[in-house]
């Protein structure tokens, strides 16, 4: 059993709705039957308390953490991380990373 980064953005009015709608997007794109090595065999999200950026820039800082190997997210069995991001619309946005199970 492997595990694989995975990178997904979504909006919601607070982390915890927006991290509940990616990972039932992710189960419905990719099925529950675990190592999926996507969002959905995340149960938990840990927001990172930094600015809001581009989805640019803060997919670029989630590559940091992971190649660093934050222990805040850098683990399969691990939390979820979550950056705030800037929407285009100006909706409170998140970029959703780490590793998942394969």
Do not use: C
């Amino acid at each position: 059993m492997g595990a694989l980064d995975f990178y997904t953005t979504a909006t919601g009015t607070d982390v915890q709705t927006a991290f509940n709608a990616a990972r039932e997007h992710a189960e419905w794109e990719y099925g529950t039957s675990g190592f999926t090595g996507t969002i959905a065999e995340k149960d938990e999200v840990t927001l990172l308390d930094e600015p809001k950026r581009s989805e640019q820039d803060a997919m670029e800082r989630a590559k940091e953490l992971l190649d660093g190997e934050d222990p805040r997210v850098s683990t399969k069995y691990g939390p979820a991380g979550a950056l705030p991001i800037a929407t285009d619309d100006g909706a409170d946005g998140w970029l959703f990373f780490g590793v998942a199970a394969h």
